[in-house]
T-cell receptor, first 113, second 114 residues
Framework: NAGVTQTPKFQVLKTGQSMTLQCAQD?????MSWYRQDPGMGLRLIHY???????DQGEVPNGYNVSRSTTEDFPLRLLSAAPSQTSVYFC????????????FGPGTRLTVL | GQQVMQIPQYQHVQEGEDFTTYCNSS?????IQWYKQRPGGHPVFLIQ?????EVKKQKRLTFQFGEAKKNSSLHITATQTTDVGTYFC??????????????FGQGTRLTINP
């Protein structure tokens, strides 16, 4: 099993550009989530999904969209990148909910100029 | 909303010294999870505590969950260089639909002088 995979590992964008961060898991997990990590701020939840076709907002959803068309994939879309979105982004999955052990992907380091 | 505070933010120790990080929640937690993130890496699950007053050990690591299920601690005995990293606690935020959001503390970054 590959676990949770994320692409790309690194990305540089210009302000106003859009892009999609990819996340996939092969563990048949129902729950998937996206976090951003900034120095001194811990991990902050952007969006989450409790199953295919179901998504909801986390703590810091503005500027981001998600969809969950399959159990395996949970892409994160930046609509119009801003320098404030410079961060490290982690995707995570778990069996059914936030109550369970979370498995994290390797992360995407995004810089917005 | 539910907040999870973690202290200290940074801790630097000599190899062989003990280390403790503390986690406090503004609300009662259904469980507390601990994660470790090595420098440049991703968070990795360490343990989950569920019961009031629960204590669990993993070799030199001791995890405690408070009686009121609002605080927790991680204690490392005789630190080694392999313990370097950032330690996070996290608690599920309960709603009518169950545990859908995981709230993380800010983390404690541990550095060790060999």
């Amino acid at each position: 099993n590959a676990g949770v995979t994320q692409t790309p590992k690194f990305q540089v964008l210009k302000t106003g550009q859009s892009m999609t961060l990819q996340c996939a898991q092969d563990m048949n997990h129902e729950y998937m989530s996206w976090y951003r990590q900034d120095p001194g701020m811990g991990l902050r939840l952007i969006h989450y999904s409790v199953g295919a076709g179901i998504t909801d907002q986390g703590e810091v959803p503005n500027g981001y969209n998600v969809s969950r068309s399959t159990t395996e994939d949970f892409p994160l879309r930046l609509l119009s990148a801003a320098p404030s979105q410079t961060s490290v982004y982690f995707c995570a999955s778990s069996l059914t909910s936030a109550y369970n052990e979370q498995f994290f992907g390797p992360g995407t380091r995004l810089t917005v100029l | 909303g539910q907040q999870v505070m973690q202290i200290p933010q940074y801790q630097h120790v000599q190899e062989g010294e003990d280390f403790t990080t503390y986690c406090n929640s503004s609300t009662t937690l259904s469980n507390i999870q601990w994660y470790k993130q090595r420098p440049g890496g991703h968070p990795v699950f360490l343990i989950q505590l569920v019961k009031s007053g629960e204590v669990k050990k993993q070799k030199r690591l001791t995890f405690q969950f408070g009686e009121a299920k609002k605080n927790s601690s991680l204690h490392i005995t005789a630190t080694q260089t392999t313990d370097v990293g950032t330690y996070f606690c996290a608690g599920p935020r309960m709603s009518g639909q169950g545990a859908q959001k995981l709230v993380f503390g800010q983390g404690t970054r541990l550095t060790i002088n060999p």
